[in-house]
């Protein structure tokens, strides 16, 4: 089984909002992604989870902040996002983390479509 | 410099014709690896395949094959008699055990958009 489920599927915000994305897998990976995507665009990667702990923050502003609480589940925080940042937000997760001499496959979520207002 | 260059932008085909995506990659490391992914409009990446750079072996597995031609950096993906449901955009992507070791950051082409009309 190589599911990654997201929640919401849909979200709607205003800038001055607090919202939460959510990413679990049950697959035991150990790696698990952010990515964020524009329409008509391939998937940017934001951030890299290694064993629980942030490994890459690809310069990704600040009013996004992710946390991971265990090694099933991603969080992504948002506050006082801009009309811009609106877009699908992938999650991903790989069986073994990056820089360990294998490069694993990701799997992806189904996202989570934002619309900032 | 790593790259990816998916040179078609929309493909738009028949139902049972046959269909090439292509795919071209730019990389200095000699140990990387290919992958293909499907993105349907519910917007979900699903994993197609992947090949390391050792493995020159064509791959079929049913109605999709995949030709890796390192002399030509080209690793272009086959639907045989397409269908309806395979309507979709089509991502190459490219991950260099050196260049990305420690990110584990896939360089994606831009995408070919799939139409197969019934």
Redesign the interface.
């Known amino acids: 089984d190589t599911e990654v489920t997201q929640t919401p599927k849909h979200l709607v915000m205003g800038m001055t909002n607090k919202k939460s994305l959510k990413c679990e897998q049950h697959m035991g990976h150990r790696a698990m992604y952010w990515y964020k995507q524009k329409a008509k665009k391939p998937p940017e990667l934001m951030f890299v989870y290694s064993y629980e702990k942030l490994s890459i923050n690809e310069s990704v502003p600040s009013r996004f902040s992710p946390e991971c609480p265990n090694s099933s589940l991603l969080n992504l925080h948002l506050h006082a996002l801009q009309p811009e940042d609106s877009a699908l937000y992938l999650c991903a997760s790989s069986p073994r983390s990056p820089g360990q001499g294998l490069q694993e496959t990701q799997y992806f979520g189904p996202g989570t479509r934002l619309l900032v207002l | 410099a790593q790259k990816v260059t998916q040179a078609q932008t929309e493909i738009s085909v028949v139902e049972k014709e046959d269909v090439t995506l292509d795919c071209v990659y730019e990389t200095r490391d000699t140990t990387y690896?290919l992958?293909w992914?499907k993105q349907p409009p519910?917007?979900?990446?699903?994993?197609l395949i992947?090949r390391n750079s050792f493995d020159e072996q064509n791959e079929i597995s049913g109605r999709y094959s995949w030709n890796f031609q390192k002399s030509t950096s080209s690793f272009n993906f086959t639907i045989t008699a397409s269908q309806v449901v395979d309507s979709a955009v089509y991502?190459c992507?490219l991950?260099s055990?050196k260049g990305?070791?420690?990110?584990?950051?896939?360089i994606?082409?831009?995408?070919t958009t799939l139409q197969v009309k019934p």
Do not use: W
């Open positions: 690896y992958f992914y519910s917007g979900e990446l699903v994993f992947r991502f992507a991950l055990l990305s070791s420690n990110t584990g950051k896939l994606f082409g831009q995408g």
